[in-house]
């Protein structure tokens, strides 16, 4: 299935860039992310973590198709690659199909990794959610959303067995906004491992909040994380987790640059000490 949602989605963008008689705007950008690493034996010298390109292009009003090729990093170099199909019929907001992460939990949905505002990316949904390939719907009725998703394929991260790799699992998501600043949100997968969520944002004035709960098998993660806007270049944060029963504090920050460029650094304890300390530099283009 990997192979066929692949081609078709190459197929449609590779037809609409030779016949379409639109001149429809073709987007490329990226980011380089290099890590230097303290660690209590010495220091390692900085060295390049991730390095992806990221192409987009709208082939009609309502139908684009974005690709996430990540040469370094991820062990696939086809991240993402879907098609998008806006207000297909009334009352649905898009149809996805092709590659992409599953729609379940906040972190993986919010954030793509170089905006991640912690060095350490998706840390409490790692042991549970898998990168698959299906089809994910998406609507809304005044302040609820709702996602609906059909995933099988590949498993390249989670708590799914490799022997149910071409098993289908389904992915419902509800979102709320209580108020303009509180939104919230539940996670469930049905299949073979079952899984949920729940988590919570908060944006107040200039500090934000996050809650955010993972269940699945033996394992019960969650996090909180704060950030404050003390200056708008600079966004000092704290993050507690409790991932695989360990618990974990993360303390930082991250620092705006010129050209979308930023610099984050973060030092990460344990109760045996501090274990590790953590700067990053990202350049997008």
């Not at 996050?210 to 033996?218: A, C, F, P, Q, Y």
């Amino acid at each position: 299935m990997n192979r066929i949602c692949a081609l078709l989605v190459c197929y449609v963008m590779w037809f609409h860039v030779a016949f379409s008689q639109d001149s429809h705007e073709l987007k490329l950008s990226g980011f380089g992310m290099w890590v230097q690493e303290l660690p209590r034996d010495g220091a390692a010298a900085l060295k390049l973590k991730h390095a992806w390109v990221i192409v987009d292009r709208r082939l009609d009003s309502n139908f684009s198709v974005r690709g996430m090729f990540a040469f370094a990093g991820p062990p696939k170099v086809v991240h993402s690659l879907f098609g998008r199909w806006e207000k297909p019929l009334q009352g649905i907001d898009y149809l996805r199909f092709g590659k992409f992460e599953p729609p379940f939990g906040h972190g993986t949905n919010f954030y793509r990794i170089d905006r991640n505002p912690t060095v350490n990316y998706s840390a409490i949904d790692a042991p549970v959610v898998a990168r698959a390939h299906g089809i994910e719907a998406a609507l809304h009725w005044q302040g609820l959303g709702m996602k609906f998703a059909g995933m099988s394929g590949e498993r390249l991260l989670g708590n799914i067995p490799t022997a149910y790799e071409n098993r289908w699992d389904m992915y419902i998501r509800p979102t709320y906004q209580l108020t303009q600043e509180i939104t919230c949100g539940v996670s469930t997968r049905f299949g073979p491992v079952e899984a949920w969520g729940a988590d919570v944002q908060a944006e107040v004035g200039s500090f934000h909040l996050e809650l955010e709960g993972v269940s699945s098998r033996d394992t019960m993660n969650y996090t909180a994380l704060g950030m404050y806007q003390v200056l708008p270049w600079l966004k000092p944060l704290v993050r507690y987790e409790r991932i695989l029963g360990r618990n974990q504090w993360t303390g930082g920050f991250s620092l705006k640059l010129p050209a979308d460029a930023e610099i984050k650094a973060n030092a990460v304890l344990t109760k045996d000490g501090l274990q590790t300390v953590l700067g990053q530099l990202v350049i997008r283009w």
